[in-house]
């Protein structure tokens, strides 16, 4: 089930944050993101109760920002992740916001794999983009026709 996450999901969100990236967000990143940021939106994935993954991303018209995507470790290669991604597509587009855009560490494969099989296409690097370890991003961008 995919539903709007909320401040008390945080504590399984942040275990998951930890569990999956090397510089997690902290409780307070989120809480801004679900409270005070006008542009963002966070949906989470949740099975018979429990939260497998989430995404956010920033709808700034034309943009659609995707700012985190991420599935429990047990629950990759399940196609959760690209439920998360279809899911934001389609809202980017239901609100009228056609431009997607994303980072994504060089040797992060097999996400990459996943944005490509949505049509994202590479067109820069953003040098030392991530810390712990250092590493560049790959700005990948779709544009969905209208």
């Given at each position: 089930m995919l539903r709007k996450?909320?401040?008390?999901?945080?504590?399984?969100?942040?275990?998951?944050?930890?569990?999956?990236?090397?510089?997690?967000?902290k409780e307070e990143d989120f809480l801004f993101e679900l409270t005070q940021n006008p542009f963002a939106t966070y949906v989470v994935l949740s099975i018979e109760d429990e939260i497998v993954g989430y995404i956010g991303y920033w709808i700034k018209n034309p943009y659609v920002e995707i700012t985190n995507v991420a599935v429990g470790k047990r629950y990759q290669r399940c196609g959760y992740a690209k439920?998360?991604?279809?899911?934001?597509?389609?809202?980017?587009v239901k609100n009228n916001a056609p431009?997607?855009?994303?980072?994504?560490?060089?040797?992060?494969?097999?996400?990459?794999?996943?944005?490509?099989s949505?049509?994202?296409?590479?067109?820069?690097?953003?040098?030392?983009?991530?810390?712990?370890?250092?590493?560049?991003a790959h700005l990948m961008m779709k544009e969905v026709k209208q």
């Open positions: 996450m909320q401040a008390e999901d945080l504590p399984l969100i942040l275990a998951l944050e930890k569990e999956l990236f090397s510089s997690p967000w439920q998360l991604v279809a899911y934001c597509l389609e809202d980017g431009i997607f855009t994303l980072e994504v560490r060089f040797s992060n494969i097999p996400a990459i794999s996943l944005y490509e949505f049509g994202f296409k590479q067109v820069s690097v953003r040098k030392n983009y991530y810390t712990d370890p250092i590493e560049d």
